[in-house]
């Protein structure tokens, strides 16, 4: 998976997100060693600075462990990650409904959709 | 660092003299036998000498020339050129850039002398017998030595050390012409040559009016002396009078250097 | 050690008539990665070269890890032009060993490996070299320093996209990180993502510092998209001239 970035937020949040997004993928397991501040930065192709603070915001929501001398881990705790899912799971649908609702669409037209999308698939 | 200086410097100079130093030695032996071995009565002999006399004597014009324009281009291009955006960015200050430049460009152009004098020596006929000779004319000189001997070897070193001095001035004079040209935004070559042909201008009326203002100074130094004594004082009043030449033009070139740098 | 890495005072420089740079202030602290970011002209260069101690500044100050220009600043900086700088005869050997002689903070081993990733054989002559190849011999001069301040000026511009990742790259895995980077160019969506910081020079004066996270949280928008409004902007004022 590539790194990429939008123009309208700062680049340490899309970076969380991302980093975010390959803890829960398993792309980085539980337990797992993440990879050097610095390496990570140069496979994104971003300044240490903003790596490290994107690390650190990913410690500060439990999904990342361990200090920056000793290397970090990604946690161990399930209930952690499980609860970072669903955040984001939780997120997807709530920017989901936000297009509905432009859209002109309540919640009930919303279920009938989502009904009839899991019957197609 | 000054020494790292000189070490580069030294380096590219002997890259550009290793031919030519060797060159003119070994023309100087070919003219060594063509002048005085071949019969100078046939005329493929005579022709024969006349173009080998004719390639030395070339040669050693070309090595001045050489040397003149190796220590032109090492400064111009060097300081003032796209190296400068190297030298001048070296931790070191800018006399010390100049005093390298300097010290190299007065050892190739006397060394230069050297091997002239040394082909001129090499040339002229001469036999083992000589040798012999001259070998004992030094064994005498070396078994009297006494004041009379040391004053004429005293002479000589003023005289060398006069002509080092003038090689000084002569270089420096160069360099503060380069940079007063560089100052200017447009044809910097041209107008280092202006800037040269002014210094000189400058300089003479200087002297012209600086130098009738000495003479309380200078002429009871020379007055009542006679023979070497005279020759003495004149060759040291000759090197100071150098000296201060070399110390304005390196000082106006110094500072150049180091407030008024403007790399294109 | 200082704390400020550099600071300038009312920095002005005038060539003739033409004033390059008018009242310049500015800090840069350690361990940042710094944009400097102006169209041709703004006087990018200029300040640089200030800094680096090739220009004497008109008025104003100039203090690197707080000592004036001289050589113990340049033993700290390490400064990438915006040309060739090197005789040709020379081969890339022959500069590491200037350098080492030089620079007491010039790694050599680490010299020879960027040369061996970035593919140059460091043997051959520079005049037998292409016009990349001595670039990248420069870029491992620089880089192969482990110096307090880099200044590099406009290291990705008059090459193509993918030579400038590669730049950058080697920039971010081999620069010193206690020291600071400031990097002069006008090709910003291309480097925005490695800066800490942006300064942005305008007509010799500076009208934005600030780091970039905060630009975009402030701005909503890329540092590229805001240079772009800015300066846009200022070709409309500078037609009324």
């Known amino acids: ?62 999904l990342a462990v361990g200090s920056r001398t000793a290397g970090r881990t990604v946690t161990e705790d399930a209930a952690v990650i499980e609860a970072a899912a669903k955040a984001r799971a939780r997120a997807a649908v709530a920017a989901c409904l936000e297009v509905l609702s432009q859209l002109g669409y309540g919640a009930e037209d919303a279920l009938v959709f989502v009904k009839e999308e899991l019957h197609h698939a | 660092m000054f020494g790292k200086l000189l070490k580069y410097d030294f380096r590219s100079m002997f890259k550009q003299f290793a031919f030519i130093w060797p060159a003119a030695l070994a023309l100087a032996l070919v003219n060594h036998f063509t002048v005085n071995g071949l019969d100078s009565t046939s005329t493929v002999g005579e022709t024969t000498a006349g173009v080998s006399m004719l390639v030395y004597v070339a040669i050693l014009m070309a090595m001045f020339i050489v040397a003149l ?196 | 050690m200082h704390e400020q890495l550099v600071t300038c005072t009312a920095l002005t420089k005038r060539y003739g008539g033409k004033t390059a740079l008018k009242g310049v202030n500015l800090e840069l602290g350690r361990g940042r990665i710094v944009g400097l970011l102006g169209p041709n002209g703004s006087g990018k260069t200029t300040l640089i070269k200030i800094l680096c101690g090739l220009l004497q500044p008109t008025e104003g100050a100039v203090l690197v890890d707080g000592q004036g220009v001289g050589p113990y600043t340049k033993s700290i900086i390490s400064y990438l032009p915006d040309r060739m700088y090197f005789a040709d005869w020379m081969r890339a050997t022959d500069l590491f060993d200037l350098f080492a002689d030089f620079y007491q903070d010039f790694d050599r081993t680490k010299a020879m490996n960027m040369c061996a990733s970035l593919g140059v054989t460091p043997s051959d002559r520079l005049k037998s070299m292409s016009k990349g190849t001595k670039e990248k011999v420069q870029l491992v001069l620089v880089m192969a320093r482990k110096a307090q301040l880099y200044l590099l000026d406009e290291p990705i511009a008059g090459v193509d996209p993918a030579a400038r990742e590669f730049i950058l790259g080697t920039i971010l895995t081999n620069y010193n990180e206690e020291g600071t980077v400031l990097i002069s160019t006008h090709l910003i969506s291309d480097i925005e993502k490695v800066l800490d910081e942006a300064v942005f020079l305008k007509e010799g004066q500076i009208t934005l510092h600030d780091t970039v996270d905060s630009i975009r949280e402030r701005e909503g928008k890329s540092v590229d998209a805001l240079f772009r409004e800015i300066f846009r902007a200022q070709n409309y004022e500078g037609g009324a001239f």
């Open chain 1, 1 to 62: 998976m590539d790194w990429t970035f939008t123009d309208d937020r700062p680049i340490w949040q899309q970076l969380t997100e991302q980093l975010t997004v390959r803890i829960l993928k398993g792309e980085y397991p539980p337990g797992g060693r993440l990879p050097a501040v610095r390496e990570l930065a140069s496979q994104a192709g971003v300044n240490p600075n903003t790596m490290q603070r994107a690390l650190a915001q990913l410690e500060a929501d439990g």
């Open chain 2, 69 to 264: 324009v190796f220590a032109i281009q090492r400064f111009y291009k060097g300081l003032l050129g796209d190296e400068g955006y190297l030298m001048h960015t070296l931790p070191v200050e800018p006399w010390q850039l100049i005093g390298a430049k300097l010290l190299c460009a007065v050892v190739t152009t006397f060394l230069s002398v050297v091997v002239a004098i040394l082909s001129v020596l090499v040339i002229v006929p001469w036999s083992l017998e000589d040798l012999q000779v001259l070998f004992k004319g030094f064994q005498y000189l070396f078994g009297h030595w006494d004041l009379e001997v040391t004053r004429a070897f005293l002479g000589l070193l003023e005289l060398l050390l006069l002509m080092l001095v003038s090689f000084a001035t002569g270089f420096l004079q160069l360099y503060l012409a380069m940079s007063v040209g560089h100052l200017f935004n447009k044809n910097r070559v041209a107008m280092s040559v202006v800037a040269f042909i002014a210094i000189n201008a400058v300089m003479s009326t200087l002297l012209s009016t600086v130098v009738p203002g000495l003479d309380p100074i200078i002429w009871p130094l020379l007055n009542g002396q006679s023979g070497q004594s005279l020759y003495h004082r004149s060759m040291w009043l000759a090197i100071a009078g150098e000296l201060v030449l070399s110390a304005i033009y390196f000082a106006g070139t110094e500072f150049i250097l180091r407030k008024k740098l403007n790399l294109e």
